[in-house]
């Protein structure tokens, strides 16, 4: 982890893109992922260390528990030796990972874009709003055509999960609808193998129970369209994609 960036240093998002450019704001993108990862595993561990201690009058559970509690509480010091340097507060890291993330995007990090369009952050100010609205569809739609299965992946995000907890990317006019759900699974399919196959095909057979055969036949179309023209040279998959991974330290 490149310690002491200046996350307020995020540079002008208009600014020409040059590799230097880009390659600092992907670095500080990285960054705040590692510190909302580190805040992450923090509120985890905290809340296995209370549960337990919630049963200390349980004398046989306390014992059952303590061995994970000692594990968690090891696990806490290396989470906050690695956000030493992050902020504390969870509302301004959030604003700091949108931030880095939106100026990371703009800059050309294709993964950042496809961070973006995952849209794990909350924003109220409708202009904000508004341009994440069309520069996550573009992101979208550029990893659509170099071939990108995170971005399948995104599309194929299940109805459900957008309503419970799915971020910005469930304001996206294209999600949250069985129809997307569908025809991003049926894409899928071509390049799923062994047990990732079943569940795909398993999702696409749930969302197609939503649909009208019109609907049907016009996804398996596009399906068929999006793999020939982009995706027949991606590689196969053996597992779902991961849209947005946090990298190692």
Request: one cysteine or more; a negative charge.
């Amino acid at each position: 982890m490149s310690s002491a960036v200046d996350h307020k240093d995020l540079g002008d998002s208009t600014a020409p893109t040059t590799p230097a450019n880009t390659a600092t704001l992907s670095n500080v993108f990285h960054d705040v992922q590692k510190c909302r990862a580190a805040a992450t595993e923090l509120a985890i561990d905290q809340t296995v260390i209370d549960r337990c201690e919630a049963k200390k009058a349980d004398a046989a559970g306390y014992r059952l528990c303590s061995a994970e509690v000692a594990a968690s509480a090891r696990a806490m010091q290396a989470a906050t030796a690695r956000q030493a340097y992050c902020t504390a507060d969870p509302v301004a890291l959030d604003r700091q990972y949108y931030k880095a993330v939106d100026a990371a995007a703009k800059a050309g990090d294709l993964d950042a874009q496809v961070c973006f369009a995952n849209g794990n952050f909350d924003l109220t100010d409708k202009d904000e709003i508004s341009r994440y609205t069309a520069d996550a569809r573009a992101y979208l739609q550029a990893g659509l055509a170099r071939g990108d299965w995170r971005v399948v992946a995104l599309l194929a995000t299940p109805v459900e999960s957008l309503n419970h907890g799915g971020g910005m990317m469930a304001s996206l006019p294209m999600m949250g609808s069985q129809f997307t759900a569908y025809r991003a699974n049926r894409l899928l399919q071509y390049a799923a193998k062994g047990s990732y196959a079943q569940s795909v095909k398993q999702d696409a057979d749930e969302a197609a129970q939503q649909l009208a055969p019109a609907q049907i036949a016009n996804a398996n179309a596009w399906a068929v369209q999006e793999y020939q023209r982009y995706f027949s040279k991606s590689p196969d998959l053996a597992a779902a994609p991961t849209p947005c991974q946090t990298p190692s330290s």
